[in-house]
C-alpha cells in the first residue's frame, strides 16, 4: 500500500527585544531573525545561551542576558514574505493598511507563538551549554 504523505516546512522567526546602549536616552530595539527552516544552529547560538542566562553572540554582535526584554519564537508554514503577499492581496485595493510581520504573528490562523513550547522542551532536557570561555 503506498501511502503519500505530505511534507510540511516549518519556518521559524525569533524576535528579540532588547535595550539599545547606543544613545543615552534608554531605548529599545528589535532584532527579527525570519524564515529559519533549520532551527538547530539558532538553537545553540540564542535558544540555549538565552534559556542559560548567558551572553548571545549574533553575527554582528553580542547580547548580555540582562539587556534582553524579551524573546519570542513564532511558526509559520510558509515565508513571512510569502505570508505577507497573501494576507496584502485580501485587503481592498485602494486602502492605505501595509501588513507587517507582526500582524501575521498577531494571527492564529498564520501564525504560533512556541516559544514556551521550546522553553519547557530545553528545561525537560537540561541541555548544558559549557560556559564561554573569554
Known amino acids: 500500500m503506498n501511502v503519500s504523505r505530505e ?25 527579527e531573525i525570519f524564515d ?27 547580547l548580555d542576558y540582562q539587556d534582553i526584554l524579551h524573546l519570542e519564537v513564532k511558526q509559520t508554514l510558509l515565508p513571512i514574505k510569502d505570508l505577507i503577499e497573501e494576507e496584502q492581496k485580501l485587503l481592498p485595493s485602494d486602502t492605505d493598511v501595509t501588513i507587517t510581520a507582526y500582524e501575521i504573528f498577531n494571527d492564529r490562523e498564520l501564525s504560533q507563538d512556541v516559544t514556551t513550547v521550546i522553553m519547557d522542551i530545553l528545561e525537560a532536557v537540561k541541555l548544558d551549554q559549557p560556559p564561554i570561555e573569554l
Open 36 to 62: 529559519i527552516i533549520e532551527i538547530k544552529p539558532f538553537l545553540h547560538s540564542i535558544l540555549l545561551p538565552y534559556f542559560n542566562e548567558q551572553i548571545i553572540e549574533l553575527e554582528d554582535e553580542n
Open 7 to 31: 511534507i510540511s516546512v516549518s519556518y521559524y522567526h525569533i524576535l528579540i527585544e532588547v535595550n539599545d546602549h547606543i544613545s543615552t536616552i534608554e531605548q529599545t530595539r528589535d532584532i
